[in-house]
């Protein structure tokens, strides 16, 4: 008895002592671990990369894990919180050019990287982005886009993982290396259909958009156009755009989610109805009473002040009624648009959205649609709808139901 005790517990020892070493050559917890592996991928032609981050505690969002894989090579997982750890052979790769950084769904990813290091992964290929060109449908999600290319349903259970926790189960690091693993037959079999279709330049294009680093920077004084207030009055957005750009500030510089700092809709009652006095600011219903008391309601008034005293507050944006004669023209747009993306199997969502035809829909006459920015008039969209939408308001083509579908019909011929 006791020797079945004695060989079990050394079984057991064993079986953790294999887990343990399994788990840590997929996850790199030193920098010079870090610095031979990235000098490893980035000779390869493209790697994938995910990331694990949480947000809901504070302003910035914490990255916890950073998975990184390449073609012939297993999945890795980078420890950002290990003890002593420096990520900059992680940046390295990412602004190394050589090497196309694979994603799925890149903007949060690309968020957090470019708040760490100021600069942002390059050059860029996004899977969700490639599979729209290809005919998946409005942002499909990756567990479907590997389904369908990889025939594998995907066990997302630790979805909800607290990243910053250490350590992590096994369980919680194959699922976070299963969202690079399968990436790459994803990547690979989306760039081949790209190829073949000739619209690798399509998805290129678009790269630009994620490209941009405007959309990842968060100014203060552009921040009271995310609140919602019931008026426009250029006073009352005065009022508000000083107080939201103190409460981005103060969030930023606490690091702490915005509505911690004070919530939207005291900002616009605020702005609407602007406290003079610590007393004016006790008495309004959603500002928490500890505000009034506090460093932040002095702040609070001196920003309510600001607003007031702005020369130049910012104008509200011209109301958009759309002509009740040009509801026809849109809506044959949008049919059109239905049967082109369809025949070019691409997403029509990113062919044009409702405004780029609204738009359209009003411009009349060769000079002015030339004069037009509108993307659906340029590059592959063009190719795809524009012509055809010009073609329509020309009154070359027409719509017509035959056999219960709505079909094009050139009227030239």
Not at 91 to 106: G, P, W
Not at 117 to 142: K, N
Not at 368 to 392: I, T, Y
Request: hydrophobic share 40%; net charge positive; charged share 30%.
């Amino acid at each position: 008895m006791d020797n079945f005790y004695t060989v079990s517990s050394r079984i057991s020892w064993l079986f953790f002592a294999l887990r343990d070493k399994t788990m840590a050559m997929r996850m790199i917890t030193d920098t010079k671990t870090l610095k031979s592996h990235c000098e490893t991928l980035a000779k390869h032609p493209y790697i994938t990369v995910d990331t694990e981050f949480l947000r809901d505690k504070t302003y910035y969002a914490r990255l916890c894990l950073v998975q990184l894989c390449a073609k012939g090579m297993d999945p890795v997982a980078v420890d950002p919180l290990a003890n002593g750890i420096d990520l900059q052979p992680l940046f390295d790769l990412m602004a190394d050019t050589s090497t196309i950084k694979v994603f799925h769904a890149a903007r949060q990813d690309l968020e957090i990287f470019f708040q760490i290091c100021g600069a942002l992964p390059t050059p860029l290929f996004d899977t969700q982005v490639a599979a729209m060109v290809c005919g998946y449908g409005d942002q499909i999600g990756y567990l479907n886009l590997v389904k369908d290319v990889c025939g594998i349903a995907l066990d997302k259970g630790a979805q909800f993982t607290d990243w910053s926790r250490r350590p992590l189960s096994e369980k919680q690091l194959s699922y976070a290396l299963d969202d690079v693993t399968y990436l790459r037959d994803a990547y690979e079999s989306l760039a081949k259909r790209l190829e073949q279709q000739k619209r690798t330049q399509w998805v290129l294009q678009e790269m630009e958009v994620l490209n941009d680093t405007r959309i990842y920077e968060m100014e203060p004084n552009e921040a009271w156009r995310r609140i919602k207030v019931r008026t426009n009055k250029p006073k009352v957005l005065g009022v508000l755009k000083a107080i939201a750009a103190w409460r981005e500030r103060e969030a930023q510089r606490m690091n702490i989610p915005r509505p911690r700092v004070i919530r939207d809709d005291a900002l616009a009652d605020m702005a609407i109805h602007p406290p003079r006095n610590r007393d004016d600011l006790q008495k309004m219903r959603n500002v928490p009473p500890d505000i009034s008391k506090s460093r932040k309601g002095e702040d609070v008034l001196k920003a309510v002040q600001q607003g007031l005293a702005d020369p130049n507050p910012p104008k509200p944006p011209p109301k958009k009624r759309f002509p009740q004669d040009s509801i026809p023209v849109l809506e044959m747009m949008k049919m059109l648009l239905k049967i082109q993306a369809g025949i070019h199997d691409v997403a029509p969502r990113l062919v044009a959205s409702i405004d780029d035809l609204e738009e359209l829909a009003q411009i009349e006459g060769t000079a002015l649609l030339e004069k037009s920015d509108l993307k659906l008039l340029k590059g592959w969209r063009f190719d795809v709808f524009g012509k055809e939408a010009l073609a329509m308001k020309r009154g070359d083509i027409a719509l017509s139901l035959q056999n219960g579908k709505i079909v094009k019909i050139d009227l030239k011929k």
